[in-house]
């Protein structure tokens, strides 16, 4: 089964940065890729997404703060994240828009996921 995988979370303090990354077998060039958070009790948020040419579009609570990228040559999605804050804090998850269609960043259009990675940023 092909699966995503996170990395790069970590603890930080508020207004550092950290870049996540994604790779892994479920990771293709033609795919549209996305991030996105939960923090606890909370429901899942839409970050970023890219589609297969580089065409990025962002959620308003991060615009400006992060930023998605994709390598097709490692086979690595990435979001790099600054100015970050307390309430950044949650798992982070990167997903793949296998079925196609308009990449955009909206969760439901994502059908395959990884297992997150968790960032903390305290005040």
């Known amino acids: 089964q092909e699966q995503l995988v996170e990395s790069g979370g970590g603890s930080v303090q508020a207004g550092g940065s950290l870049r996540l990354s994604c790779g892994g077998s479920g990771y293709k060039g033609s795919y549209c890729m996305g991030w996105f958070r939960q923090a606890p009790g909370k429901e899942r948020e839409d970050l970023a997404a890219i589609d297969s040419d580089g065409k990025t579009s962002y959620a308003d609570s991060v615009k400006g703060r992060f930023t998605i990228s994709r390598d097709n040559a490692k086979k690595t999605l990435y979001l790099q994240m600054g100015s970050l804050r307390p309430e950044d804090t949650g798992m982070y998850y990167c997903?793949?828009?296998?079925?196609?269609?308009?990449?955009?960043?909206?969760?439901?259009?994502?059908?395959?996921w990884g297992q997150g990675t968790q960032v903390t940023v305290s005040s």
């Open positions: 997903a793949a828009q296998i079925r196609g269609g308009v990449c955009y960043v909206r969760s439901p259009d994502f059908d395959s």
